[in-house]
């Protein structure tokens, strides 16, 4: 059975990638922060030695649009381009080639189709910085092959939080009696309080410090019950119209499990708090 | 209403450099353009198994005409879409960085909670 070495739960913040690699005179003043953030959490995934990443992201618009919308889908394909013209253009995103884990997507494909998930499928899908944001910040040299897992938290009707959640307790299953002894990691980005395109963005802070207290405290204390307690479909929009996002951690919280995280870590920056959670399942020298 | 071909307008232009330009130069010209040429293609078929009943409401249609943001958060417009582009557009005109996301958000002070419905 293959080896879950690790599960990771972070924000995605595109502007990273900039702030870290910027000149010192053109840095912005948070960048050291966070960049001694980001590479201590870096050495989270690091230290579990994983040999294969599945990663749950979103597409932003750039691949999956309107007219053939799927709620969850699992790349299956030996590469995956990704960034898009207008992350480069917006974030200064470079462009990168992944490469894919055919075999685990077709697992995980069959099985979840067999476990009730009418799973949506890819050959060719150019990932995004959903997918990118995390290879650059815990893993930049890019070298290990992925299965990309799109959510939609974007485009409503969007299933219910409990769905992610549960996609989440599935895929960790699957993976733990996935017949290779390949040590895999999980790794999901999403989001806290957010807006983007609305009144409240690019504030000192999030839009809503108070949702995003409550949620790290979720995460951190594996708290799912609360979680599904304390949000809904409507009541995400209020901490800010893009924290649909929060739906990811969710199913991260379902992958997890109702365990408190090994490591987490927070920062606090304008427009939105980057968060951190780590866990390893079977101990972290596994 | 018609959300959808909102949005449609927002993510054709805004991943085409081209045609980023020409929407920044010419508004009014490329939302005709547009409505009139693209509009009712599928965006993943041949060109000519295209739609037949895609259009804006006049007020979509001054809305983009008019680069006025505001009026298409107002008319559920996605957020996202529509900051992104704008970024795009207007980004550059403002000296400070992120000045141009703030005069955006000050412009929307005036809604509260709930915003438009985004749903298609």
């Not at chain 1, 996609?167 to 290779?180: A, C």
């Not at chain 1, 009144?199 to 108070?210: L, T």
Request: aromatic share 14%.
């Amino acid at each position: 059975m293959a080896n879950l070495v690790a599960v990771l739960a972070t924000t995605h913040h595109p502007f990273f990638y900039r702030a870290s690699t910027s000149p010192p005179e053109s840095r912005p003043d948070f960048a050291d922060e966070w960049v001694r953030k980001v590479t201590a959490y870096r050495e989270t995934l690091t230290r579990a030695n994983p040999e294969i990443l599945v990663m749950v992201g979103s597409d932003h618009f750039h691949q999956l649009w309107y007219d053939n919308m799927p709620q969850f889908l699992i790349g299956k394909a030996p590469f995956y381009d990704a960034n898009y013209y207008n992350e480069q253009r917006e974030f200064g995103l470079p462009r990168i080639v992944l490469k894919g884990h055919e075999e685990l997507s077709a697992y995980l494909l069959r099985q979840g189709l067999d476990a009730g998930f009418d799973l949506a499928f890819s050959n060719e899908l150019r990932v995004d910085h959903s997918i990118t944001c995390p290879i650059i910040t815990t893993r930049p040299q890019a070298d290990l092959p992925i299965v990309p897992v799109y959510t939609n938290i974007f485009a409503p009707p969007l299933p219910q939080p409990q769905r992610y959640v549960a996609f989440g307790r599935l895929l960790r299953r699957l993976i733990e009696q996935w017949p290779n002894d390949a040590r895999v990691a999980i790794i999901g980005t999403g989001h806290l309080s957010l807006e983007l395109g609305g009144p409240r963005q690019f504030g000192p802070h999030g839009p809503d410090p108070d949702f995003d207290r409550r949620a790290v405290n979720w995460i951190a204390n594996g708290d799912i019950a609360g979680a599904l307690a304390g949000v809904s479909l409507d009541s995400l929009w209020e901490p800010g119209n893009a924290t649909h996002g929060f739906l990811d951690f969710m199913l991260m919280m379902g992958v997890a499990g109702e365990v408190k995280a090994d490591y987490a870590d927070t920062l606090d920056l304008f427009h939105t708090m980057e968060a951190y959670f780590t866990w390893y399942p079977k101990g972290a020298d596994a | 209403m018609s959300k959808y071909l909102l949005n449609k307008f927002l993510f054709s232009i805004d991943r085409d450099p081209a045609l980023v330009e020409r929407y920044r130069a010419d508004p009014r010209g490329t939302v005709t353009w547009w409505e009139t040429e693209r509009a009712n293609i599928v965006l993943n078929l041949p060109e000519m198994e295209r739609s037949t009943w895609l259009r804006f409401a006049d007020d979509e249609r001054e809305a983009l005409a008019t680069h006025n943001y505001v009026k298409l958060f107002e008319l559920g417009a996605h957020p996202f879409l529509t900051l992104t582009l704008f970024i795009a557009l207007f980004e550059r005109d403002y000296p400070e960085p992120l000045g141009f996301q703030l005069e955006y958000a000050r412009k929307l002070q005036h809604w509260s909670l709930p915003y438009p419905d985004i749903t298609t």
